[in-house]
């Protein structure tokens, strides 16, 4: 376990629900290097993908959403990783949960959270699914279609409502929601008045300007739109809304403090005094995505002239779904743990264009083109950071590569 964590924190997520009773090692902010070369030294014979989770990360995440955004209370986005460690550390840490599914919420449940900290922000669900909610107390849902108000009316009457509405602008999103989800402006007052025709109560406003969100400007339009709506509903007569739903969208980094600086604008222009109003928000990548690192096992290579081909144990088709589905841009670097271990990094080697494979027997497996590389040879390893998000989460077992073994290992950094 290392020294004894003096970061208020440490106490509080070693012994969160999914994190107590495992192994979690303290490493130094430079130390994931090391700790990754000490799991290798253990798989001389398996040699399997891992990951390794970093708490720390994790902890510093939830400070910076604490100090930037003060009023936004975080739902943390299960389907963007619902690995145990990560959702037990983002509860004990004070962290809400967006849920989509009967599944998530089990998860959630299971670790011991209370169903009032769960917004289930499906705005299409499957009745079986609404019916659980409703049993196990999950009282707050996204609607966006008449159709969804008669089964919510049907299963789960008592249930409170958020309309989610399309976001005016999502161009600057990396994968765009509008197409899907949100109610148009001239569908708005119709569907409350559905809602209100049901004796459904529509609490407040729901939006989401896409994930992995560029321009912070869209929240400003958004949460102008969301403004209109709850006027919309003092003159319809309706209970005066009381929640405010900005959704996700966020990146760690600086394109974070501009969106925190837009959204504190926008809702001091449009909600400068909105009594009670609670303003909460569904960030996944930003918990996730950083928190995160893959190392890779190199199982095969080619030379072809001057370009290198490389196989790795994972691929497309596993962690690196994400470079289809959330066009993701990936990087990673070696550690050449049997081809050169008097300079484990490779730092100073000459560099080749290389391509690097996933292991299926798929073509489109390809992970990496073009990337410059020094010389590696079969067994030495390829590090991916940033894989926390849409990664693990979304791959398959496709040609018996089953994502969902690839083993987590837990680490600490910044909390002694």
Same mark, same amino acid.
């Given at each position: 376990?290392?020294?004894?964590?003096?970061?208020?924190?440490?106490?509080?997520?070693?012994?969160?629900?999914?994190?107590?009773?495992?192994?979690?090692?303290?490493?130094?902010?430079?130390?994931?290097?090391?700790?990754?070369?000490?799991?290798?030294?253990?798989?001389?014979?398996?040699?399997?993908?891992?990951?390794?989770?970093?708490?720390?990360?994790?902890? @510093?995440?939830?400070?910076?959403?604490?100090?930037?955004?003060?009023?936004?209370?975080?739902?943390?986005?299960?389907?963007?990783?619902?690995?145990?460690?990560?959702?037990?550390?983002?509860?004990?840490?004070?962290?809400?949960?967006?849920?989509?599914?009967?599944?998530?919420?089990?998860?959630?449940?299971?670790?011991?959270?209370?169903?009032?900290?769960?917004?289930?922000?499906?705005?299409?669900?499957?009745?079986?699914?609404?019916?659980?909610? @409703?049993?196990?107390?999950?009282?707050?849902?996204?609607?966006?279609?008449?159709?969804?108000?008669?089964?919510?009316?049907?299963?789960?009457?008592?249930?409170?409502?958020?309309?989610?509405?399309?976001?005016?602008?999502?161009?600057?999103?990396?994968?765009?929601?509008?197409?899907?989800?949100?109610?148009?402006?001239?569908?708005?007052?119709?569907?409350?008045?559905?809602?209100?025709?049901?004796?459904?109560?529509?609490?407040?406003?729901?939006?989401?300007?896409?994930?992995?969100?560029?321009?912070?400007?869209?929240?400003?339009?958004?949460?102008?739109?969301?403004?209109?709506?709850?006027?919309?509903?003092?003159?319809?007569?309706?209970?005066?809304?009381?929640?405010?739903?900005?959704?996700?969208?966020?990146?760690?980094?600086?394109?974070?403090?501009?969106?925190?600086?837009?959204?504190?604008?926008?809702?001091?222009?449009?909600?400068?005094?909105?009594?009670?109003?609670?303003?909460?928000?569904?960030?996944?990548?930003?918990?996730?995505?950083?928190?995160?690192?893959?190392?890779?096992?190199?199982?095969?290579?080619?030379?072809?002239?001057?370009?290198?081909?490389?196989?790795?144990?994972?691929?497309?088709?596993?962690?690196?779904?994400?470079?289809?589905?959330?066009?993701?841009?990936?990087?990673?670097?070696?550690?050449?743990?049997?081809?050169?271990?008097?300079?484990?990094?490779?730092?100073?080697?000459?560099?080749?264009?290389?391509?690097?494979?996933?292991?299926?027997?798929?073509?489109?497996?390809?992970?990496?083109?073009?990337?410059?590389?020094?010389?590696?040879?079969?067994?030495?390893?390829?590090?991916?950071?940033?894989?926390?998000?849409?990664?693990?989460?979304?791959?398959?077992?496709?040609?018996?590569?089953?994502?969902?073994?690839?083993?987590?290992?837990? @680490?600490?950094?910044?909390?002694?």
């Amino acid at each position: 376990m290392g020294s004894i964590p003096k970061n208020p924190h440490a106490g509080v997520v070693l012994g969160a629900p999914g994190v107590k009773g495992k192994m979690v090692t303290t490493i130094s902010q430079n130390g994931l290097t090391e700790f990754m070369l000490s799991i290798i030294s253990k798989k001389q014979e398996t040699k399997e993908p891992f990951y390794v989770l970093d708490l720390g990360e994790v902890t @510093a995440l939830m400070d910076k959403w604490t100090m930037a955004l003060p009023m936004v209370r975080p739902f943390y986005a299960v389907k963007c990783n619902p690995d145990p460690a990560l959702l037990g550390s983002l509860a004990a840490l004070g962290s809400n949960f967006d849920c989509a599914s009967r599944a998530e919420i089990e998860s959630v449940l299971s670790l011991g959270v209370s169903p009032n900290r769960i917004v289930y922000a499906n705005p299409c669900k499957q009745e079986s699914h609404i019916k659980y909610a @409703a049993s196990v107390g999950v009282n707050l849902t996204t609607f966006d279609s008449k159709e969804e108000l008669d089964k919510i009316r049907k299963w789960h009457s008592k249930c409170a409502l958020l309309i989610r509405i399309k976001a005016p602008d999502d161009s600057g999103a990396r994968c765009p929601l509008g197409p899907k989800y949100g109610a148009l402006p001239e569908e708005v007052t119709p569907l409350l008045q559905a809602a209100q025709t049901a004796r459904l109560n529509v609490v407040g406003v729901s939006f989401h300007i896409g994930s992995g969100a560029t321009h912070a400007r869209a929240y400003k339009g958004a949460i102008a739109s969301a403004k209109s709506v709850f006027e919309a509903a003092v003159r319809l007569g309706m209970p005066r809304m009381k929640i405010l739903n900005i959704g996700g969208g966020f990146t760690a980094g600086s394109q974070f403090d501009e969106a925190a600086t837009a959204i504190k604008s926008a809702l001091q222009t449009y909600f400068p005094n909105e009594p009670g109003l609670t303003v909460i928000s569904e960030p996944g990548r930003f918990f996730a995505e950083s928190a995160f690192t893959l190392a890779t096992n190199i199982i095969g290579k080619r030379v072809r002239g001057d370009l290198r081909e490389y196989w790795i144990n994972d691929g497309i088709y596993g962690s690196m779904n994400c470079i289809l589905y959330d066009h993701a841009t990936i990087t990673c670097t070696p550690l050449a743990c049997n081809s050169n271990r008097a300079n484990l990094t490779c730092k100073g080697l000459r560099a080749y264009s290389s391509t690097v494979f996933g292991p299926t027997c798929d073509a489109l497996d390809t992970v990496l083109t073009g990337h410059q590389l020094p010389e590696l040879q079969i067994n030495d390893w390829l590090v991916f950071p940033n894989m926390g998000a849409y990664t693990a989460a979304a791959g398959s077992s496709f040609n018996g590569f089953n994502t969902a073994a690839i083993l987590t290992h837990l @680490a600490s950094s910044n909390m002694n």
